[in-house]
């Protein structure tokens, strides 16, 4: 339960219909396992003491006894463990039956909630049998078992329950036909503050049910910024006139954590991030919240640490699934071309400067300045494609950005830069021989003149190459390659670049291809350092600031989740487990919040780029951070990190 994380369990055990001892001790059984297995909330199906198809027995006395009787038998049994059971059942209530569930901790009944939409239509018949739960409004009630003295407990539709511990971790119960209405309880219970919404469910299987079962549920738990547990009923219930098929799914914020298989039986675990849950909330400002009206049922859990087993995608800016990269990297294509092109078209502009250094970041300009003057119908001669070969520009690099110009159609201009780089060091009384970053920056800032002078010729605009780590990291010159006139990579991540010129690679004709591909598999570098005796890239960017995958995984979680660093490091040792060791990560986790913070002076200013991904760093779009804000807050969150 630690950093927000808790393990919780969907469970469907065999039952047999009516047989409530059966039943309890199934209950029991799952409930030890699931424990075992570090779960801290277990949900059961609906009406799972008794089984939902009983009929009419459920007005027979003998089974409304054997569902109590049950029901103090898993109490007496699982007191000793520490997770909470929701568990389906009949209770009789004022004269009336209801289609409960009992939301059960340490031997105690912490709440009675009733079923609030009883299905009638097609194969239900539950009006026939129970009452619909009290109005939402009204105040729960206490009441006890019948035949047990000494539980006590609220019973109310209206019921939320709350970790005192961690009070993120606050849940309200559904059952099954609460969730297909249009105005679901669970709205209400999350403006109250409930991040997970248990849902026990009994729900029969036909054709086409279990896509359109997890759609509503990914809508709602998206809707909601909640977690949704969904505990269905499966084996053991009368195939009489339905079948039940056990289609357990655990959610969180509209993706699906875990599922089960239809048909199958046993227990289905999910790590929930309730804090992260919390802070979606806080990041969204229209999540309005509103109260319940009654406070909600406390209880005691101690905080453990919980071992994940929830997948952590080593790339989260990059969507996993062949088809669908492939779609969304056309998507993103055609976002930054028709950004471009929007552009070009408002200033009545048909011509746009790009330096080309055969690089990853400059190609990827490329490529999008391609499309966007395919969408304006503009000549590809209006493409000013421009190598500026100075002291660390290697063969293969130059060789690329020519033929990449050629290939597209671009006008290829060659302006060699060594000269007038050598000017300005005598002029400002600098040592070509020390390599330091005025000897690196001034190539940056040279190469920008350039451009900016031939788009004025040309009454174009210069196109920004950099990308979205660059630009966390602050690997860029200031007014240098930090700027341009419309910046078209500017919130994508490096990790992303490369399936983007992969994706072109794999869409053009072969010596384009080939083209491409090679500028994948070139050194990230700047070239701003001459090169290794043999010719190779001397500078190599990813040796100097740490690796882009590790990076763009920090970017991720620090932007868009707000996560503290040690929260950050816990996820990255599950995402790089077998690539990058513990202390790799932590060193360039540290690198990473000092540059981020020391850097920020170069996002305050930057030029005009658009937004495709969920996160930017403009400062007119999601990110507004004084440039002299302390990283100390953050430095010693990452002091006492263990490396193990």
Known sequence: MKDGFLKIACVTPPLRVADCAYNAEQ???????????????????????????????????????????????????????????????????????????????????????????????????????????????????????????????????????????????????????????????????????????VNLSCSDEIIGKEDYRRTILKAKSGSLLCAYAYADAGFGESTQDMVFAGHDLILENGSVLAESKLFAQGILYGDIDVQRLAGERRRSNTFQSEPFGTPAV?????????????????????????????????????????????????????TAVVGLSGGLDSTLALIVMVHAFRICGLDPAGMLAVTMPCFGTTDRTYQNACRLAEAYGATLREVPIQNSVRQHFADIGHDESVHDVTYENSQARERTQVLMDMANQAGGIVIGTGDLSELALGWATYNGDHMSMYAVNASIPKTLVRYLVAHEAAQTEPALSAVLRDVLDTPVSPELLPPEQDGTIAQKTEELVGPYALHDFFLYYVLRLGFAPHKIYRLAKLAFAGTYDNATILKWLKKFYWRFFSQQFKRSCLPDGPKVGSVTLSPRGDWRMPSDACVTLWQKGLENIPEE
């Open 298 to 350: 406390k209880f005691s859990m101690p905080l453990t640490e919980t071992v994940l087993q929830r997948y952590v995608d080593a790339a989260p800016f990059v969507p996993s699934g062949t088809d669908e990269l492939t779609q969304r990297c056309e998507k993103i294509l055609t976002l930054q071309a028709m950004g471009l092109a929007t552009r070009l078209r408002h200033i009545g502009c048909k």
């Open 27 to 197: 209950i029991i059984a799952h409930a030890r396992e699931a424990a075992a297995a570090g779960a801290k909330l277990a949900a059961f199906p609906e009406l799972c003491l008794t089984g939902y198809t009983c009929g009419d027995l459920f007005l027979q006395e003998p089974l409304l006894r054997g569902a109590e009787d049950g029901l103090m038998q898993i109490l007496q049994e699982t007191a000793d463990l520490s997770m909470l059971l929701v568990i389906g059942l009949p209770y009789v209530c004022g004269g009336a039956l209801y289609n409960c569930a009992a939301v059960c901790y340490a031997g105690k009944i912490l709440g009675m909630v009733p079923k609030q939409n009883l299905p009638n239509y097609s194969e239900f018949y539950e009006v026939r049998h129970f009452t619909a739960g009290p109005d939402a409004e009204a105040v729960p009630q206490q009441q006890s078992l019948h035949h047990h003295t000494g539980y006590t407990f609220p019973f109310g539709a209206k019921l939320l329950f709350s970790c005192a511990e961690m009070p993120d971790f606050t849940f309200g119960v559904e059952i099954c036909e609460d969730v297909w209405v249009g105005d679901t309880p669970s709205v209400a219970m999350a403006k109250a503050g409930a991040t997970l919404i």
